[in-house]
């Protein structure tokens, strides 16, 4: 069956440092999407990313965060410069259609962030 | 996108159904009602979405209340796997794209 697929599955770094996770989206989805959990707390939307550009984004989602989508394959969340409080776990999804009403979401098994 | 209430947490014996209530009194005429489940250390999962029919798939089944101001989410014989938090999202068609988890109800199987 197909997945998503994200790596790192565990990255560490220190404070101010930048930090690329990358995505491998199911190949025939067309929306593409980052969420985070940090520990013990809800499932929180980051961004959505459609036909190249965002078409949402969260007001956690500031100019510390990007998304690129580089090689029509994979999916990156990019934070310029972290801070402690990015410490949590980074879900990847995608869909096959616009999530509006309907769209079926898949997420891969996130890549935990921890920021010292 | 509208408001849902779930119970924190519930307890099921292995291999009995589950019922899983939600609450959207609030609901409008285009949400959709979906239902997502994290198992523990993984992302979350799709689980089914109905608008106004009850709907089955191989996972679970989805019971809408007629006014769809509530509905159930049906497991129909509980395996220690389907330990997990599940989550109620209403999504509007029209509205935004990025899902809004709660924090879902905790279903604890016992063996």
């Known amino acids: 069956e197909p997945e998503v697929t994200q790596t790192p599955s565990h990255q560490v770094t220190q404070m101010g440092q930048e930090v690329i996770l990358r995505c491998v989206p199911i190949?025939?989805?067309?929306?593409f999407y980052w969420y985070r959990q940090i520990l013990g707390q809800k499932v929180e939307f980051l961004v959505s990313?459609?036909?190249?550009?965002?078409?949402?984004k969260s007001e956690i989602f500031d100019d510390q965060f990007s998304v690129e989508r580089p090689d029509g394959s994979n999916f990156t969340l990019k934070i310029r410069s972290t801070k402690l409080e990015d410490s949590a776990m980074y879900f990847c999804?995608?869909?096959?259609?616009?999530?509006?009403?309907?769209?079926?979401?898949?997420f891969g098994e996130g890549s935990r962030l921890t920021v010292l | 996108d509208a408001k849902t209430t779930q119970p924190n947490s519930m307890e099921s014996n292995e291999e009995e159904p589950v019922h899983l209530p939600c609450n959207h009194s609030t609901i409008s005429g285009t949400d959709y009602i979906h239902w997502y489940r994290q198992l523990p250390s993984q992302g979350p999962e799709y689980v089914i979405h109905g608008l106004t029919s009850n709907v089955n798939n191989r996972m679970a089944s989805l019971a809408i209340a007629e006014d769809r101001k509530s509905s159930t989410l049906i497991l129909h014989r509980a395996t220690l796997r389907d330990a997990a938090v599940y989550y109620c999202i209403l999504r509007d068609k029209g509205g935004a794209d990025g899902l809004t988890f709660g924090k879902g109800t905790h279903l604890i199987i016992q063996p």
């Open positions: 990313f459609y036909n190249n550009e965002i078409s949402e």
């Open positions: 190949s025939n989805h067309l929306y």
């Open positions: 999804a995608s869909s096959i259609r616009e999530g509006r009403g309907t769209g079926e979401l898949f």
